[in-house]
């Protein structure tokens, strides 16, 4: 009986890890490559809306002011100086014609003269 019982613990020990290293597999596989998903940007863009408000949580008034696409400015300002290693050159078609509020969450320039950054480490 306690034979039985064992070799039943073992198999369902057994069981147990083999379906965790399937499962740990799939999860590696799923999240060797986040940005694949469709909703990727949406993700990204969220850390960023929620650094920013972080980052800036001082100025709850200026927050609040903000609208959808105060918000999309100043995430996609945030994305674009990310990506600084990809253009060299400032994007001319860009307009730089933000709102009051995002020019006040906006930081100033990174250290290398161009590129916004947030005032506080907030990513």
Same mark, same amino acid.
């Not at 940005?35 to 100025?59: G, H, I, S, V």
């Not at 999309?72 to 253009?87: P, S, T």
């Given at each position: 009986?306690?034979k039985?019982?064992?070799?039943?613990t073992v198999?369902v020990?057994?069981?147990n890890? !083999?379906?965790?290293?399937v499962?740990?597999?799939?999860?590696?596989?799923? &999240?060797?490559t986040?940005?694949?998903?469709? &909703?990727w #940007?949406?993700?990204?863009?969220?850390?960023l809306?929620?650094a920013?408000?972080?980052?800036?949580? !001082? !100025?709850k008034?200026t927050?609040?002011?903000?609208n959808?696409?105060?918000?999309?400015l100043?995430?996609?300002?945030? #994305?674009?100086?990310d990506m600084?290693y990809?253009?060299?050159?400032?994007?001319?078609?860009?307009?730089?014609s933000?709102s009051h509020?995002?020019?006040a969450i906006?930081a100033?320039s990174?250290?290398?003269?161009? !590129?916004?950054?947030?005032?506080?480490a907030?990513?």
């Amino acid at each position: 009986m306690i034979k039985e019982q064992i070799l039943e613990t073992v198999e369902v020990r057994h069981a147990n890890e !083999r379906a965790f290293q399937v499962a740990l597999e799939e999860w590696q596989t799923a &999240t060797s490559t986040p940005e694949e998903y469709p &909703t990727w #940007m949406q993700f990204y863009a969220n850390a960023l809306q929620d650094a920013l408000r972080k980052a800036n949580a !001082r !100025r709850k008034e200026t927050l609040g002011q903000m609208n959808v696409e105060d918000w999309r400015l100043a995430v996609g300002r945030e #994305m674009r100086a990310d990506m600084w290693y990809q253009n060299a050159e400032p994007d001319s078609g860009l307009a730089q014609s933000f709102s009051h509020a995002v020019e006040a969450i906006t930081a100033s320039s990174n250290g290398n003269g161009n !590129r916004p950054k947030v005032s506080a480490a907030a990513v």
